[in-house]
Structure formats: structure tokens, C-alpha cells
């Protein structure tokens, strides 16, 4: 099992950016064994994808939406993850939440409490 806690949200004015951190803590496993998702729920709306990274960050995904103004990143020796979100728009407002799939598994299994990101003037 991993234990996943977000951190970094708050308010920001649209063309604005921020980085969201994911920090782990394993019990069993080494967080280089699961792959990370950042995910997303808007008020009224279903939770949607957003970025993902493998094990090694060889290979990463994105949701159209965020293409070239999300990067999504790892740092093993942190046990972090990391969102890093630019040219913010007011649509990209949500609670962003980290999860953590064991690579291999079909679904995310572990998932953080979420961070809010506002994005307002």
C-alpha cells in the first residue's frame, strides 16, 4: 500500500501556474514500483484524468485538455510526484487528487485527499 498526500493548491489569477506536489509514503513496495495519476473533479462534474507517469517517468500521458501547459514528474529519491500547471485557466478549477496504480494493475488503488486549485481574478 502507498500513502498518498497532495499539496501545493490554492488560488491563482488565469495565465497564472503552480506546482502540485505528491509526497508517498510505502509500506511493502518502493514507490518506483507504482505508477502515478493526477486526476480531477470539478464541482458538478465527474472526476477526469489529467497526467501519468511510469514507474521510471520513461513514458507520460496527458489529457488533451492540458497538453503543453501541464508536465507531470517524479523524483524516486523524494517519493514525490509532481503537476507542474501553467497558463491556467479558469476551466482547470477543481480538486486535483494523486493516485497510485502498481504497475500492471488495472485500477488506482491508493488516492490522496486532494488539493483545490481556484483559478479566478
Known amino acids: 500500500q502507498v500513502r498518498l498526500v497532495e499539496s501545493g493548491g490554492g488560488l491563482v489569477q488565469p495565465g497564472g501556474s503552480l506546482r502540485l506536489s505528491c509526497t508517498a509514503s510505502?509500506?511493502?513496495?518502493?514507490?518506483?514500483?507504482?505508477?502515478v495519476g493526477w486526476f480531477r473533479q470539478a464541482p458538478g462534474k465527474e472526476r477526469e484524468f489529467v497526467a501519468a507517469?511510469?514507474?521510471?517517468?520513461?513514458?507520460?500521458s496527458y489529457a488533451d485538455s492540458v497538453k503543453g501547459r501541464f508536465t507531470i514528474s517524479r523524483d524516486n529519491n523524494a517519493n514525490t510526484a509532481y503537476l507542474q500547471m501553467s497558463d491556467l485557466k479558469s476551466e482547470d478549477t477543481a480538486v486535483y487528487y494523486c493516485?497510485?496504480?502498481?504497475?500492471?494493475?488495472?485500477?488506482?488503488?491508493?488516492w490522496g485527499q486532494g488539493t483545490q486549485v481556484t483559478v479566478s481574478s
Open positions: 493516485a497510485g496504480r502498481i504497475s500492471g494493475a488495472q485500477d488506482y488503488g491508493s
Open positions: 510505502t509500506s511493502g513496495r518502493g514507490f518506483n514500483h507504482y505508477v
Open positions: 507517469i511510469t514507474q521510471y517517468g520513461r513514458n507520460r
